[in-house]
């Protein structure tokens, strides 16, 4: 009798280990794309997310109807409240195929639903989360002539929308959807490509970088002018993070300096670096630094190119690693080709 009480004891504490596990996999986004119908049924479909709710979100009124919305005096916005397992699905991916079923230039509408009900938004509920949601705004940028219209915000509070309104179309499989049926098919289909950059820790870059590469990202040493790998690199391509392996500058805005170090323009997003005051050797400069590696790249200065913007960022070969072009997908970073001319 003693060893079945041990046993079931054992079984239930496993069984609630793996629930807790479970649980903290496990975390929430906000998205609001247009008539919440469509928006949920096409993230329902994408592995990795657990639920979606369809509700209001940062409304000036306290628990809103939906007539109450659609008069735009809660200026809240149709959303889908999305549950995923993060191992499964980043949110980089959910907001990949998100930008799918939008047009992200258009504000106050998407397709033929128009008013504040329906602007785009995305509402977060973890600050870590911002970072995410701005490199891929970022990115998708990049794409388009015309300004973003996306709106990206804190959730102030999210209110379930009436019970007709949850699952609608899998209640109504005719039913109303400005997105069009085939991305249903893609986000059922789709696995994520996007990976998830990580700094390793100190033994493992002792062991895996270089002593110039280490005492560079680590130490803040700085290699010399004219002697490193990728000063003289013309060839089309992504230079990444050599700790976390996180693209940071392009071939498209590499140029010339004559300063004896790769230069570039711009990275590829501002969010991906950290810039600090550096007043060493008796100088005063701007250190810029990989946000996510917190890797020492180089320093910034304003004796760039006019027409590239007047910045130079000064690298050290010894941060990055480069990837040619024609090597990009093969290396996990076919979604960056697009920026590489």
């Given at each position: 009798m003693k060893h079945f009480i041990l046993i079931s004891f054992l079984l239930l504490s496993s069984t609630f280990i793996n629930e807790i596990y479970s649980m903290k996999q496990t975390t929430e986004i906000y998205l609001a794309g247009g008539c919440f119908w469509g928006t949920e049924h096409f993230i329902r479909q994408v592995k990795g997310v657990k639920s979606t709710e369809v509700g209001y979100a940062n409304s000036l009124v306290p628990h809103p109807s939906y007539?109450?919305?659609?008069?735009?005096?809660?200026?809240?916005?149709?959303?889908?409240?999305?549950?995923?397992?993060?191992?499964?699905?980043?949110?980089?991916?959910?907001?990949?195929?998100?930008?799918?079923?939008?047009d992200p230039t258009s504000h106050n509408r998407q397709g033929n639903d128009m008013g504040t009900q329906y602007r785009t938004g995305i509402y977060y509920t973890r600050d870590s989360d911002l970072p995410i949601i701005r490199r891929a705004i970022a990115n998708l940028a990049i794409k388009?002539?015309?300004?973003?219209?996306?709106e990206v915000k804190p959730l102030e509070n999210f209110y379930p929308a009436e019970a007709y309104h949850q699952d609608y179309l899998v209640k109504h499989p005719s039913g109303y959807c400005h997105i069009p049926s085939k991305l249903f098919d893609l986000a059922k289909e789709a696995k994520p490509t996007s990976k998830v950059f990580?700094?390793?820790?100190?033994?493992?870059?002792?062991?895996?970088?270089?002593p110039i590469q280490y005492n560079v990202t680590q130490k803040?040493?700085?290699?010399?002018?004219?002697?490193?790998?990728?000063?003289n690199e013309h060839r089309a391509g992504i230079y990444v993070d050599i700790t976390t392996g996180e693209p940071l500058f392009t071939s498209t805005d590499k140029f010339d300096s004559g300063c004896g170090w790769p230069s570039f323009s711009k990275p590829?997003?501002?969010?991906?670096?950290?810039?600090?005051?550096?007043?060493?050797?008796?100088?005063i400069r701007t250190e810029v630094r990989s946000k996510t590696g917190d890797?020492?790249?180089?320093?910034?200065?304003?004796?760039?190119?006019?027409?590239?913007?007047?910045?130079?960022?000064?690298i050290n070969s010894a941060s990055l690693r480069f990837i040619p072009k024609e090597e990009m997908e093969k290396a996990g970073y076919k979604q960056y080709l697009h920026l590489v001319k």
């Open positions: 007539e109450a919305v659609c008069s735009g005096k809660t200026n809240a916005a149709e959303t889908v409240k999305v549950v995923y397992d993060s191992s499964e699905a980043d949110l980089n991916f959910l907001l990949e195929l998100f930008f799918q079923t939008i388009y002539s015309l300004p973003l219209a996306i990580r700094k390793a820790d100190e033994a493992t870059l002792r062991k895996e970088l270089t803040n040493a700085t290699e010399p002018a004219f002697n490193n790998q990728y000063w590829i997003s501002d969010g991906l670096i950290v810039r600090k005051e550096d007043a060493s050797h008796g100088m890797a020492h790249l180089g320093h910034v200065f304003d004796d760039g190119p006019t027409e590239k913007g007047g910045l130079r960022y000064c």
